[in-house]
């Protein structure tokens, strides 16, 4: 039960940011916009997700708990709304800006409150960040034929958060204010050895992660499935991915060497036929690696450096993603055989990683 609520917060924003993707197009055809253009809306978007994660992981013990939920929730509310009213192009990006800054109030909010956890789940908690992507692309598509506009979704997920929103200023979440983390502190946190290996792997990670998912679907081609229904399948296998990680690691010695090596596979065969059944397999081994290296890493680092973890792991982490899928999507425009070899080539870097680090840290 401790893990349910939690769970249900990285869900709520897994489906509004799981729905850019799909949206792609549709936002490039709406606004009449080159494919560079279109990857700025994700990349605004990862922006303010970057600043919120820095401020949050920072004053989370300042704020608390309940303020700093509901302060996301206000600012999606604030953001979602502004894109389904968007008339634009430059107001739908101040949207998604918006947008993206509630991101580091409910990811690192949520990831704070499971760690006050005892039985702290987190393939389960990063499994209902899949789940959401599972289903987003069904609520455009059922918002989308119900209504005509499928920027109405965003209407839908407004109202979703306003409950939400009502829900936490009436419920008592764990007290974790203490004094605020110390600018000067951060260099000493770096400095830990297991704070810094951890931090790099989630950071290459996710950009080839954010990376792949964002083009995926724009480099892919239309046969055997469409792009909508390749999405589902693959968040569905990543989601069953990270739901059985911690079954899957008592039989894996290594699941990060094991799983980049697969990844590095079926991305070249990607390269090579851009076939979507490759792009939905992905999905079952990019999942487990995210909850398994961040789970062993609260787990080795200094207890008092977990909220500067966790906020720099998003922060960080969508930094890293925003780069890579704003570099491909510059890119895609030219060669979409070049733009691919970037989350390549950092698959392959975590590979050699995870092949050279101490046995402590990685088993």
């Known amino acids: 039960m401790e893990n349910l609520l939690p769970m249900f917060i990285i869900f709520s924003y897994s489906l509004v940011l799981n729905s850019m993707a799909p949206l792609l197009k549709s936002f490039k055809e709406l606004f009449e916009i080159s494919t560079f253009a279109s990857s700025l809306l994700p990349f605004f978007s990862l922006t303010g997700t970057v600043l919120s994660n820095i401020l949050v992981g920072l004053y989370i013990n300042k704020l608390g708990l309940k303020c700093s939920l509901i302060i996301g929730s206000i600012l999606t509310i604030i953001g979602t709304i502004t894109v389904a009213f968007g008339s634009n192009y430059y107001i739908t990006l101040l949207g998604m800006f918006v947008f993206g800054l509630s991101t580091g109030f409910g990811f690192t909010g949520g990831t704070t409150l499971l760690s006050t956890s005892k039985k702290a789940n987190f393939g389960f908690f990063h499994g209902a960040y899949g789940l959401g992507g599972v289903i987003a692309p069904f609520v455009i598509i059922l918002v989308e034929k119900s209504t005509g506009n499928f920027k109405n979704v965003y209407f839908v997920y407004s109202a979703m958060f306003i409950l939400f929103s009502i829900y936490a200023f009436f419920r008592t979440f764990p007290d974790i204010k203490t004094d605020t983390f110390k600018l000067t502190d951060i260099k000493f ?100 690696i995210f909850p398994y290296v961040q789970s062993n890493g609260i787990k080795s680092i200094n207890q008092k450096y977990i909220p500067i973890f966790n906020g720099a792991t998003y922060a960080f982490t969508s930094l890293g993603g925003n780069i890579v899928s704003t570099t491909m999507g510059i890119v895609l425009d030219k060669s979409i055989f070049i733009a691919w070899l970037i989350p390549l080539t950092i698959v392959l870097i975590i590979f050699i990683l995870s092949r050279k680090c101490a046995q402590n840290l990685c088993n």
């Open 189 to 288: 946190a770096f400095n830990d050895k297991s704070f810094a290996f951890f931090l790099t792997l989630l950071i290459l990670y996710s950009s080839a992660e954010i990376g792949t998912i964002t083009w995926a679907g724009t480099s892919m081609k239309q046969e055997f499935i469409n792009s909508f229904m390749a999405y589902t399948l693959f968040w569905s296998l990543f989601t069953i991915g990270r739901f059985t990680v911690n079954l899957i690691a008592k039989f894996v010695g290594n699941l990060v060497r094991i799983n980049t090596f697969t990844l590095a596979i079926i991305i070249i065969l990607f390269i090579l036929t851009k076939h979507p059944v490759l792009f939905v397999l992905s999905g079952l081994f990019l999942g487990p």
